[in-house]
């Protein structure tokens, strides 16, 4: 049967159209296992399936027979989603006997369902008339089949291919939200200019030409990113725009250009030198365990297939766009984004990608819907088509029937209303109607992110992360490079506090300069191992911090990974002494707070001890859910076990902050929980008294916690606390939204709760 199902995957790999696929697995299927019937039934809507195609029973029966999920034997194998092997069908209770089909003959009965993303799109079933079950391997080969089925008519529901068979066109795929919002439009596709690569290795005779041939590209690609930034002028601060500034330094002889530039003197051709060094810096970025800083890849790679494009002479394509233009690429970028007239622009979708991209970033702040890691949806088919853009729940629907369009313009116009209200709230307090207040700080790596903070009335930043001038680099900034970045940070928000993180980097994090390879990174040489490892690095980068913050006082120090009280006792002495060196050679500065990041099992445990020796905590819940889960979120195998309000993390949540309350010492949670406006209220109820977030969450959660007062939420958390499993914590979180009448903000929130 191996050779008969390797001959079936390969016609049915080349088949023009699924109609004929289906006569293909028919046939093929009925004389493989040598069958007399063999039949496909296709689910329409949610509920039914239909006879679609069939090689055994009446033909004019096609199309004509439908059944309900839990009828018959077919409609039971859909409901179980497993196989159903018998060897008298009509003895069974669930038979049911369609005439038209003269299947009254056949009493032998193997049908397995059809399933793609735990979905059950159909259901594949074969016939005999001698009593007999189907033995294991014929089972197993059906089974096979139906998996092969399932991928080509996932493939079809997207592209409108069902639309040939009589069936629905509607398909819904899922990602990520990248930003909130509901979108309907046209959908345009974008493919990168260049290929990095196809790029062939070629050396050069003119080491001069060659140079000068690839400074002239780069100064061509740097006039584009102007010229986008430019278009986006009346639409983003010009701190945001700076976000362009930054893509565009990368070309600068400090960072690629000179790596570049280097390899070219060498010997090697400006076309594959590029693409060379390029993807090397893709690869690092690409590996790093930071989601914000693994999501830098994509913009590398797109400012290399930019340079490229000028490298090969490539002219780059006119695109047209529609009103409300819906962007769909395989991993947009911010350069793209800024390519489509922003009157256009209705909504974002890229299969690759996270919401730490920087599309998703500045989607955000233009307030254009957007669905990351839509990794299944076949975007290259769907030009022109109609597309659903969700990215609450992270959700995209193609050629969306009329009750989910309409369903999608009911939500646009109450967001309206909604976003109306939240802005009328940005200048008030974060405060219970009891007046129990909560301060909202954000996390940032960008000035770009600092300015959208202040306008949404951010009090303060929790997190940011200093990694960004060492991954910017081909060596470690010096102390004088970190400072000014530091200063430019500490600017934009004094007089407000800023957190700053020391070098969180090792493992999957390694920088391009300073590799490192673990068998379990996850669990190897990271965070402050590598800096008390290495003192010189953490000493320069805490005497830059110290001489950013002369004059303004609003910094604070945090250190990462902490799990024992020795590393921070080292890691207090080196600060201390860096203090007492900047302020020996003259410097004004006061002795900043240091708090710990509690994202190590290990560490809550050790609250006590901890708080003894710092001046704040700060829960890191993404590590921190990681690690007490067991679950990599970014493995896609285990991600649906990734439960930010697993009873074990609230319980874990809940001790940390009665311990830190207990020593009086500040606590905060900087972690994507703090931002989802249902935890937030959780978090709140458990004594944090600040919350650090993105910055498009804050508004969303201080209109929650201003809308309930402290014993709505203490008995809500009392409620919750005692609940045994995710779902359960979800579903009872979502029952007090109702009742408060906050389930929209709900919805606007976090996709993680939304219910139709």
């Known amino acids: 049967m191996l050779d008969s199902l390797r001959r079936i995957v390969q016609e049915v790999n080349t088949a023009a159209s699924l109609r004929e696929v289906l006569n293909i697995i028919v046939a093929r299927v009925r004389s493989a296992m040598d069958t007399e019937v063999c039949s496909v039934y296709l689910r329409e809507g949610k509920e039914h399936f239909a006879l679609m195609a069939t090689e055994g029973l009446r033909a004019e029966a096609i199309g004509k027979v439908r059944l309900e999920r839990g009828e018959g034997l077919v409609g039971l194998v859909a409901a179980r989603e497993e196989p159903l092997n018998l060897d008298k069908a009509d003895s069974h209770k669930a038979y049911r006997y369609f005439p038209e089909t003269g299947e009254e003959v056949f009493s032998s009965f193997l049908g397995v369902p059809i399933i793609h993303h735990r979905q059950v799109l159909g259901v594949l079933v074969v016939q005999e008339t001698k009593n007999r079950k189907f033995d294991e391997g014929e089972e197993a080969f059906l089974v096979t089949m139906s998996a092969q089925l399932a991928a080509v008519i996932a493939h079809a529901e997207a592209t409108g291919g069902l639309a040939e068979i009589g069936q629905k066109a509607e398909a819904r795929f899922l990602g990520v939200g990248g930003a909130p919002g509901v979108a309907i439009g046209k959908c345009v596709v974008i493919t990168p200019v260049a290929d990095l690569k196809a790029v062939p290795f070629a050396k050069s005779d003119d080491v001069d030409a060659e140079l000068q041939y690839f400074y002239d590209s780069i100064e061509a690609v740097k006039k584009d990113i102007s010229g986008l930034s430019a278009q986006l002028e009346s639409h983003l601060n010009k701190e945001e725009r700076i976000l362009f ?76 766009y529609p009103d409300n233009t819906v962007l769909v690429g395989e991993e947009l970028t911010a350069s793209n984004l800024a390519e489509v007239p922003v009157d256009k622009l209705a909504g974002i979708v890229s299969i690759r990608g996270s919401s730490n991209s920087h599309i998703a970033i500045l989607a955000r702040s233009l307030g254009i819907p957007t669905v ?186 945090m250190l990462p990974m902490i799990s024992n009280v020795p590393e921070l006792e080292v890691a207090l002495m080196l600060i201390y002494r860096a203090y007492d060196e900047i302020k020996d050679e003259g410097y004004e500065v006061k002795m900043p707070p240091v708090g710990v990041m509690i994202e190590v099992p290990a560490a809550v445990y050790q609250i006590d001890a901890i708080a003894d020796r710092v001046d704040f905590l700060s829960v890191g819940s993404n590590d921190l859910t990681q690690y007490l889960l067991a679950v990599d979120r970014n493995n896609p195998r285990v991600a649906d076990l990734y439960h930010s309000l697993h009873p074990a993390v609230l319980k874990a949540l809940a001790t940390i902050a009665a311990d830190a309350r207990a020593k009086n010492t500040p606590v905060s949670v900087c972690g994507e929980l703090a931002g989802d406006p249902a935890a937030a209220l959780l978090l709140v109820g458990m004594g944090y008294d600040m919350l650090s977030m993105n910055a498009t969450n804050l508004l969303k959660v201080k209109s929650v916690i201003r809308a309930v007062s402290s014993e709505q939420i203490r008995i809500l958390l009392s409620d919750v606390l005692g609940l045994t499993d995710a779902p359960s914590v979800n579903r009872r979180l979502e029952e007090a939204f109702k009742r408060a009448g906050l389930s929209r903000v709900m919805r606007f929130g976090s996709e993680s709760h939304f219910v139709d």
């Open 245 to 320: 500034d930054a893509y565009a330094g990368l070309l600068d002889d400090a960072s690629v250009g000179g790596e570049v530039a280097e390899r070219i003197r060498s010997g090697l051709s400006a076309q594959y030198a590029w693409s060379e060094v390029i993807l090397e810096h893709v690869a690092v970025f690409s590996r790093m365990d930071d989601p914000y800083l693994r999501e830098r890849a994509s913009d590398v790679r797109d400012l290399g297939a930019r340079v490229l494009a000028y490298l090969q002479q490539a002219s780059p394509e006119d695109k047209q």
């Open 372 to 557: 990351m890691g839509a990794v299944d949806l076949p975007f290259t088919r769907l030009e022109g088509h109609e597309i659903v853009v969700d990215g609450y729940r992270g959700a995209v629907y193609s050629d969306p029937s009329e009750q989910v369009r309409v369903h999608y313009e009911e939500i646009l116009n109450e967001d309206k209303q909604l976003v109306a209200s939240l802005e009328s709230i940005k200048d008030l307090p974060c405060e219970t109607v009891d007046k129990h207040r909560v301060e909202l700080w954000v996390n940032t790596g960008l000035v770009a992110d600092a300015m959208l903070s202040l306008e949404r009335g951010a009090e303060g930043v929790g997190l940011y992360r200093t990694e960004i001038p060492f991954m910017l680099r081909e060596r470690f900034p010096s102390e004088e490079e970190q400072r000014v970045v530091y200063r430019e940070q500490l600017s934009t928000f004094a007089p407000r506090m800023v957190t700053m993180r020391t070098l969180d980097i090792g493992g999957d994090k390694a920088l391009p300069y300073f590799p490192i390879s673990e068998d379990n990174p996850f669990l190897g040489w990271r965070g402050i191992r590598v800096t008390l490892d290495h003192p010189e690095i953490f000493l320069g980068q805490v005497r830059a911090m110290l001489k950013a913050s002369e004059g303004l006082d609003n910094l604070r120090i």
